[in-house]
């Protein structure tokens, strides 16, 4: 076993090295920050995965059954339809599967719902489909609990594989790829692999294939907030470094359009750049906008007119994200609920989970917003909640109140009648009474400024990708100045050391002094020389 030497001021790391990692010393914060989040294995951590790591898709339950009978479909001239969902993860995991099927010769239809046909499988798309002549029906991002629609199908002669992540609660009775390990698109990733493989496909191939689509599971994995651990951590890391060897015009047009750097995106960029762009097509218009994008393979021009569509409507969705929670900071009057629960009748239905992201960042508690449904006396919305409190399993144990509820421990959709929505804010504060919201905030480690150097920030970059399960660090920076504060920028000083951070925990004016607890990413710098102002 090969160890590190021990230099002043670094942490002795005694994992085995391999090439990613030699002659890496990790600096004792991030170690301390490794250790607390329970990191054992560093060395196997921070290493940089390879396609091989995906080589057998199969361990996933029914995978290699479903691909089976997908290529058997194949060899038949079956019509395939695949029916995904309005977010970015349903757009992504359906381009996934259509990619593949199309390069084994399937003339495949995608069909991606309005929100205002609500979330998953209805039975009116069934019969849409049923008319259109499809054989194979292949859901992904969704279908585990459209029990109803599935049966439908089936009634109507239609073969049915569901591919799924979200929690079950009243399963589908057909054939199931089923995990809530990945998201969507990362099991749309896997099961591509399984069909190449299935299919015979040569390695160079098969490379081409994972470094292709484990860059749509890097996005759709950081937006859709499922843990970065395991197999997704790999997929997703995988992923990030494809994005520069990329040549897809949509791809390209929409990392240029969004990132500082486009050949090396990071999780920031995802999680607040290009992910909210693929989002914001099926919040303000069709989702088939944002697909638009990814079947721009190799034509610029159509990438660019498809990119430009995104970002007005990105545009457009920001305005009234800021109107209307400007409005709930009016009504709200400086209260301090226990939960979030608000019902804006006429807010669009695809700003709700933005609101209640933007209540749990702002209140620090599990938080509701409902529109109305546009029928009489129904409403819908979504829910997102904080780090240790399962929103899914809480409103699961009072589902008597919902027409429908479903989702994930941080994020919910429901429908409910506008009658009982009183009662749910007041089982939802009963629930959350007591929570302790000082865990939101609690650092990583300390961390002195004159320890953040160019070396650090390299060493912090390997322990992308930030997200659900791997938060941004968050480190406490003892008895320093804040010297200014710019937009989503604060600068610190302590000594003759200076910080300018992207992202931070706790405000503050210029001028203050004091102990704070700042969020670390790799776009953090250190200030140094004329930089400094």
Known sequence: MERSKVFPGRAACTTSVT???????????LLELLIGRGITNVDEYLRQPSSSDFANPFFLPNLEEAASRVLTAVREGARITIAGDYDCDGVLASHVLASVLRRLGVSVRVYLPHRDEGYGLSTLAVHKFSVAGTDLLITVDNGINARTAVSLARRLGIDVIV???HRIQERAETLAVWSDEFCGTGLA????????LKAGWN???????????????SIASIADCVPLQGK????????????????????????RSSCSNPDQPDSEDIAFHIAPKINAAGRIDHPRAALAVFTAASDPQRARSAVNQLNEFNRTRREMVASHFEEILREMAGNCPSAVVLYRELAPKGIAGLLASKCVEHFGVPSIVL???????????????????DLEAELRSVRKLFERVGGHAQAVGLTITVNNIGELERELEDRCRGLNRSVLVHPDADLALESVTDCFLKELSLLEPFGEGNPAPVFRIRDAEVVAIRQRRVRLRQGKHTLELLNWRVGAEPGQRGDWLVEFRSKSRALRGSDRK
């Open 163 to 165: 591919v799924d992540h």
């Open 371 to 389: 529109v109305s449904s546009g029928s009489n006396g129904v409403a819908v919305g979504s829910g997102r909640s904080v780090a240790g409190f």
């Open 203 to 217: 390695n160079a191939s098969l490379e081409k294939l994972i470094a292709g689509t484990t860059i749509y599971g």
């Open 19 to 29: 090439s990613e990692v030699k002659q890496m010393f990790l600096s004792q914060p």
């Open 189 to 196: 990733v896997m099961f591509a692999i399984g069909l190449a």
């Open 232 to 255: 997704t951590r790999l997929l997703t890391k995988l992923g990030l470094k494809a994005f520069g060897q990329t040549t897809h015009c949509g791809l390209r047009e929409l990392l």
